[in-house]
């Protein structure tokens, strides 16, 4: 099995407000681990953001919900002791209520047979 660091990036400084961004999609014969997310607020208000994992059943989740960015800041849903295992053509996206507000960025370690 071959293993495989990445960083993924969003860049969200221009879409629409409540769009999803698909931030990675897990490749074919791939099972990926995140082991870092990070969503940063562009933007001079606070913003609300989601984290949706579509899982390939058609299990779609909510990693978090209306999470609060404030001014200057950023939120780490995933990293620390917590990790997210996607396997192959699971989709991560993230949204925010407001435009143009949210750059993100994924640190995963693919796996391939």
Do not use: R
Not at 17 to 41: E, F, H, K, L, R
Request: hydrophobic share 40%.
């Amino acid at each position: 099995m071959a293993n495989t660091f990445k960083v993924k990036t969003f860049d969200g400084s221009s879409t629409a407000a409540d769009t999803d961004m698909t931030v990675y999609t897990c490749p074919a014969s791939t099972q990926t681990t995140i082991i870092g997310m990070t969503i940063s607020n562009l933007t001079a208000s606070q913003i609300n953001v989601d984290v949706k994992l579509e899982n390939s059943d058609g299990d779609n989740v909510f990693l978090i919900k209306d999470a609060p960015v404030p001014v200057g800041s950023a939120f780490v849903p995933v990293g620390g002791d917590q990790k997210v295992v996607m396997e192959a053509s699971d989709v991560l996206k993230v949204q925010s209520n407001a435009a143009n507000s949210a750059d993100t960025t994924l640190s995963v370690l693919e796996i391939t047979p």
